[in-house]
């Protein structure tokens, strides 16, 4: 048996009421005819995460998150086939990285901080798959120094602060399960956004600007192992194979004098464990703890709605 | 109580512990942690209590009383990651911090003369003429070209090679030894390049004297190499035939830089070829301005090829026989500088030292740098090299001239700039 299929496959109660489009009541003085009315479904939320995407990139980044918060939590008002998952989630992460130079020159080490913020979406593709899209807003720091040589005037960083938004695609297979355990491949992919700083550059007589961007990505592949002895507590635990790619351009310009170098940095571990728990609350909502070792340390927290 | 080993030690006075021999690379001092009590707790009761929790781990315990912080020390077996995080488990304790080290931000070299050369770094020092010399000087603090501050960055690379064409080079000079590399002689058609005016070794110490070697003076770029190309007689004169084939000898044999402190008042194609031809093989040109506070001189005011460099003082005030015009570039502190000495008539002195006035010493200063900046940043042009130091001038007039003037040019040297990081925040 699947345990506790209803945390799974929960309706919004009422919410056919809602549903634009739905079926004609008695009554009606017409019937209401459902084609090309609006509807929303996994699909329909895939095509909206990717429109507030282009408009992110073209116009004002903290506009679009809110049109995409917005769009996330009417889902559950708006639509009766779409069963899913929200979840208001943030996490405190530390992560020791690597420096390798473009020109593969001497390797530094430094370590990046970042807190995320943000929501998730996810719904069920069968029993077993679900998947989802999430966005946020990240505070990312950087502790050490670094320095860009390989331009005009040289440019550092330190201790800076890149804050960004991030976007995350997720994924979770339910591979076997029984009795009170599952066991599950969790993915997930989180790209936070390219965030840059500048400073003017200037002289005497001339002028400029230097300006360091910086993006990065991460990927995780979890095997849990959850266990759901109690009603309303789940505890999971596993290995954790994670992988972070990042990048700092920096970029110079000086009157007729310009200058570019990219330096990439990448973590030095890849394996990490995990253990979490979930509970729910008041039968409403759930919330989620869970924390991650070795490959780095991460404190993840969430309130999960299910509909 | 497990304290029986532990040397309580209260300092009365504000004496700092000296800790075990340091390792001047670790980022910390090693077996040390320092705690910040709460407000109210008492050290003396808050340090007792600590140690006898922390057991024969401690060593040595003591109040700093300036700060009223506890400075404990470990046995080197103990973890300090661990030991700290036991201690702020503890009530009384505010934060531990491991006792970072720090250090300066310059980087100063041993060479005893060093106070003497304020167009390094000008502190608004005293100097003198001579040791012995009653007469003293002193100039404004920040009138220099900030090499302390850039040399923490770099201090260049024996792979550069700055030709002097001068009167040759005293290579038996106690600071020039071991730095000059075959040259070559265009007023007797040889290779003898040594100096029989002085005015060339003079020249070459400011741009590359052995430097943090404990001896004399230091030069601006520590490491690079001299070549010596003797086009000026004894008594200082050259003719533009012998200079033109200098200046390809040159850059035909690997000189990344060319100073040439010498110059005169008439233009030539001689001159102006050579110099094409050498700024077509990536060297960078250097010449001083001239002494006669009229237009600068020949080979400096070709403007295309030639960064043409002016005198300043150790006020920042421009040299009153500097030349200038259109074609200055920028000035660097000439007036009374220190160089290494040599009187050919005296040839067994070769640990002199003197201060030395005109454009011709204010030239190396920027040669030196030109080398510097082409070592640490390989892939930039000479032509960048040239915009950028002088980009990077300090406007020393902008009082009176703001911005590019006739008297300045861009302004004064400013080695700090060109090497130095900027933060990007």
Not at chain 2, 122 to 140: I, K, L, W
Not at chain 2, 299 to 326: M, Q
Not at chain 2, 393 to 415: C, T
Request: charged share 20%; net charge negative; aromatic share 12%.
């Amino acid at each position: 048996m699947y345990p506790k299929p209803d945390r799974f496959h929960r309706k919004y109660p009422g919410a056919e009421g809602f549903r634009p489009g739905g079926p004609a009541t008695v009554g009606d003085s017409k019937s209401v005819d459902n084609k090309g009315l609006w509807r929303f479904g996994p699909e329909r939320a895939l095509i909206d995460f990717f429109l507030v995407l282009y408009y992110i990139h073209n116009m004002n980044a903290k506009f679009c998150l809110v049109v995409l918060l917005m769009a996330l939590v009417s889902f559950p008002l708006l639509t009766v086939d779409l069963d899913g998952t929200v979840v208001l989630r943030s996490s405190l992460n530390s992560i020791a990285i690597e420096y390798a130079g473009a020109e593969g020159g001497e390797e530094m080490t430094d370590t990046l901080n970042y807190i995320t913020m943000g929501v998730s979406f996810s719904t069920d593709i069968t029993e077993s798959l679900k998947v989802g899209i999430g966005a946020g807003y990240s505070l990312k720091k950087y502790t050490g120094p670094l320095y860009f040589e390989q331009l005009p005037l040289s440019l550092m960083i330190e201790d800076q602060s890149f804050n960004s938004m991030y976007f995350s695609l997720l994924g979770d297979y339910r591979f076997f399960y029984v009795q009170n355990f599952s066991f599950n491949l969790s993915a997930e992919v989180n790209y936070f956004k390219l965030f840059e700083i500048n400073r003017e550059l200037s002289f005497p007589v001339v002028s400029g600007e230097g300006t360091v961007q910086n993006s990065f990505l991460t990927g995780t592949l979890d095997l849990l192992i959850k266990f759901d002895q109690v009603e309303g507590l789940t505890i999971f635990a596993g290995p954790e194979l994670h992988l972070l790619s990042g990048r700092f351009k920096a970029l110079e310009t000086l009157e007729d004098l310009s200058g570019e170098e990219s330096v990439t940095f990448r973590q030095d571990r890849f394996f990490a464990l995990l253990a979490g728990v979930q509970v729910e609350v008041l039968g409403l909502f759930e919330v989620k703890v869970e924390a991650k070792f070795l490959s780095h340390f991460s404190i993840r927290g969430g309130v999960i709605y299910e509909f | 109580m497990r304290c029986r080993n532990i040397v309580l030690f209260l300092i009365a006075g504000g004496l700092l512990w000296a800790g075990p021999s340091p390792d001047p690379e670790a980022p910390y001092v090693p077996h040390e942690l320092i705690v910040k009590l709460q407000p109210d707790a008492s050290p003396v009761a808050a340090g007792t209590a600590l140690t006898a929790g922390l057991g024969d781990r401690v060593t040595v315990l003591q109040v700093e009383p300036t700060l009223n912080y506890l400075v404990i020390t470990f046995d080197p077996a103990v973890s300090l990651r661990e030991a700290r995080e036991d201690l702020l488990r503890d009530p009384a304790v505010r934060d531990v911090s491991y006792n970072y080290r720090a250090r300066i931000h310059d980087t100063i070299p041993d060479d005893p003369y060093l106070h003497q050369q304020y167009a390094l770094n000008n502190s608004g020092q005293e100097f003198y003429a001579y040791p012995e010399d009653e007469e003293s000087y002193r100039g404004t603090s920040g009138a220099d070209i900030k090499a302390f501050s850039a040399w923490d960055w770099y201090t260049g690379s024996a792979d550069t090679i700055i030709a002097i064409l001068d009167t040759g080079i005293c290579a038996e000079h106690e600071d020039l030894e071991g730095k000059v590399v075959q040259g070559y002689n265009f007023i007797e058609d040889s290779f003898e390049t040594s100096d029989d005016n002085g005015h060339g070794t003079f020249v070459a110490s400011i741009a590359a004297a052995s430097t943090h070697n404990g001896v004399g003076m230091a030069g601006v770029n520590w490491h690079a190499k001299l070549m010596p190309i003797k086009v000026a007689d004894s008594d200082g004169y050259a003719d533009y035939k012998s200079l033109a084939l200098a200046i390809r000898y040159a850059a035909d044999n690997g000189a990344d830089i060319l100073n040439i402190s010498l110059g005169g008042p008439n233009p030539s194609f001689i001159l102006e070829d050579a110099l094409e031809n050498a700024l077509a093989k990536n060297v960078i040109i250097v010449a001083s301005s001239g002494n006669t506070a009229t237009n600068v001189d020949y080979p400096a005011a070709y403007d295309k090829y030639c960064l043409a460099v002016g005198a300043s003082d150790e006020n920042d005030r421009i040299a009153e026989y500097s030349n200038y015009g259109y074609s200055l570039d920028l000035v660097a502190p000439g007036d009374k500088v220190l160089g290494a000495f040599y009187d050919p008539r005296l040839p067994e002195i070769l640990d002199g030292y003197a201060l030395g006035s005109g454009t011709s010493y204010a030239a190396p200063l920027v040669a030196g740098t030109a080398g510097l900046v082409k070592a640490y940043k390989p892939f930039l042009t000479n032509s960048e090299i040239i915009l950028l130091i002088k980009y990077t001038a300090d406007d020393i007039n902008a009082e009176y001239f703001p911005g590019v003037d006739l008297y300045a040019g861009y302004g004064r040297l400013n080695l700090y700039q060109l090497i130095g990081p900027y933060p990007v925040e």
